[in-house]
């Protein structure tokens, strides 16, 4: 059975940095894409980043370039996300998630990788607030 357990959520003041984690258990990856979604109150799921895990090329919402970080330990089956210069509009559930697969070419992944229904498995989330 594939899991994805996040952790790291917390509450922080704005300004602040959170490192949020992902480990996967039930199946072994070498080549797929993963990545973080979140989801504020009344909002719709957004992505946040992705990764290509064959050779660690990044993907980025227009919100969170050059704040956010994605990168993962393959050793540790772990991705993690490294939130700094933190908002209040950060706030959210953040998810992890990941493909079966990874056929899909790193240029076509550009205009893909923020679409729910490509990623096959899904975190049960942890909880990001910041006060301002």
């Known amino acids: 059975q594939v899991r994805l357990v996040e952790s790291g959520g917390d509450s922080v003041q704005a300004g602040g940095s959170l490192r949020l984690s992902c480990v996967v258990s039930g199946y072994t990856y070498s080549r797929n894409y993963m990545g973080w979604f979140r989801q504020a109150p009344g909002k719709e799921r957004e992505g946040v980043a992705s990764?290509?895990?064959?050779?660690?090329?990044?993907y980025y919402d227009d919100s969170v370039k050059g704040r956010f970080a994605i990168s993962q330990d393959k050793g540790k089956s772990t991705l993690y996300l490294q939130m700094n210069s933190l908002k209040p509009e950060d706030t959210a559930m953040y998810y992890c998630?990941?493909?079966?697969?990874?056929?899909?070419?790193?240029?076509?992944?550009?205009?893909?990788?923020?679409?729910?229904?490509?990623?096959?498995?899904w975190g049960q989330g942890t909880q990001v607030t910041v006060s301002s």
């Open positions: 990764i290509y895990t064959a050779d660690g090329t990044t």
């Open positions: 998630a990941a493909t079966r697969f990874g056929w899909i070419r790193v240029d076509d992944w550009q205009t893909l990788w923020q679409k729910q229904g490509q990623y096959n498995y």
